[in-house]
């Protein structure tokens, strides 16, 4: 089977997780941060999930599951459904139904009946993030190797090419109302990369003069392909 892995885009979308147990909440913890309105459905619920609960950070919906018939509360604005129960024909039943309501969908114990694999991700700092995957084949080793990948990585990647990212994405926002071809934004941003003086100033911390010279030169750029 091919693997794409993909960075989904989850900003304000409805997130349905059934089943409140260990994968349950290795789930929620994985999306929170993704901006998402995320919903548990179980019997129990551990102390974690109760605490974000309590802190309106999730919702979670007390109610033992025997099938699939509690979707019939969702509608098609449903955009992930991942079934984490211990039961396995449940938990197709779950995706199967979560499907015909237009959702993408995963099942814990079911990767071949499922819309995508959980990757094994290494994230350094909340700016980068690098994905290892066995797709599905073996979580346990996808994690193994990301163990091994993340010593290297963390020693590879700098400090500056973690401020080099903020940047882009500051001066790539800035470029978009200024720069009205893509090519030419694109050859802007790469030149950020080889100014010297804007690089030395993200050497030594000085991430609101970076920014302000960004701007200098991105003026200079719209005057120059006028």
Known sequence: MSLLIIDLNLYHKKVLIIGGGVEGGRKVRGLLG???YITVIGDHFDAYLTELASKGQIQTIKAKVDDATILGNYDDSLFLLLACTDDRSLNRKLVEKGRSLGAFVYSVDDPSHSDFSYASIINIEGVMQVAISTSGKSPIMARQVRIKAERVLKR???KTDIENTKLQEFARNAAKSRIESVEDRKKFLYS??????IQSLLKED?????KSSTIHLLEQWRKQIK
């Open 206 to 210: 000085k991430i609101e003069d970076a």
């Open 156 to 158: 590879v990647i700098k």
């Open 34 to 36: 993704q901006n998402c």
């Open 192 to 197: 950020l990369i080889n100014d010297k003086y």
